[in-house]
C-alpha cells in the first residue's frame, strides 16, 4: 500500500506526491511503544526559529507548487506560471534538506520498526544522510513536533 500525507503540517511533514511517496505495509507506521527519541537540551530559541523558518519556507513553496494557472494566462504568462513553480519545487527541496540537518541536530535515536528492511545495524543520527532509513519521514516529523511541546523536553 502507497501512503503519503496530504500536507504540510506545523511540524514539516511533506505534502503528497510532491517530495515523498512511500510503501508502507499498513497505513502509520507509528507504534506508540516504540517512538523516536529526541534531545532538546542542546538547542535553544535559535534552533527552534530556523526550524519554524524552514517548515514555513516549505509551506510556502507548496502553496505555490499547488497552485492551478489561471485560463486566460498569455504564452508568456504561462512560462512564468512554470518557472515560479519550478523555483518553488528547489527551494522546497533545499529547505527540506536544511529542515533534516536541523532534525539530525536533535534526533537520538529511530527505532528498529521504523526503518527500512535494509538499514545498517549502527547509524549515526547527526549525518542527516542517515535519515534515507527511515520509512516515513513524515511521521518522523509529526513526532519531533509534539515532542517540542513545552514540558517534553527532552525526551
Known amino acids: 500500500m502507497t501512503s503519503t500525507k496530504e500536507h504540510v503540517d506545523q511540524n514539516g511533514a511533506l505534502a503528497e506526491g510532491v517530495v515523498e511517496k512511500l510503501e508502507t505495509p499498513n497505513d502509520s507506521i507509528v507504534d506508540d511503544r516504540e517512538r523516536p527519541t529526541f534531545d532538546f537540551s542542546r538547542v535553544g530559541y535559535g534552533w527552534d526559529r530556523r526550524y519554524r523558518h524552514e517548515v514555513g519556507q516549505i509551506m510556502a513553496s507548496l502553496a505555490i507548487l499547488r497552485s492551478q494557472p489561471r485560463r486566460d494566462l498569455t504564452p508568456e504568462q504561462q512560462a512564468d506560471f512554470q518557472l515560479k513553480q519550478s523555483t518553488a519545487y528547489l527551494e522546497m527541496d533545499e529547505a527540506v534538506e536544511r529542515r533534516d540537518v536541523l532534525v539530525t541536530q536533535v534526533l537520538q535515536d529511530v527505532p528498529r520498526s521504523w526503518l527500512v528492511p535494509d538499514a545498517p545495524e549502527e547509524i549515526d543520527w ?30
Do not use: F
Open 126 to 155: 547527526s549525518l542527516s544522510e542517515s535519515l534515507d532509513h527511515v520509512r516515513d519521514m513524515n511521521e518522523l516529523v509529526t513526532v519531533l513536533g509534539e515532542a517540542r511541546t513545552p514540558g517534553a523536553r527532552p525526551t
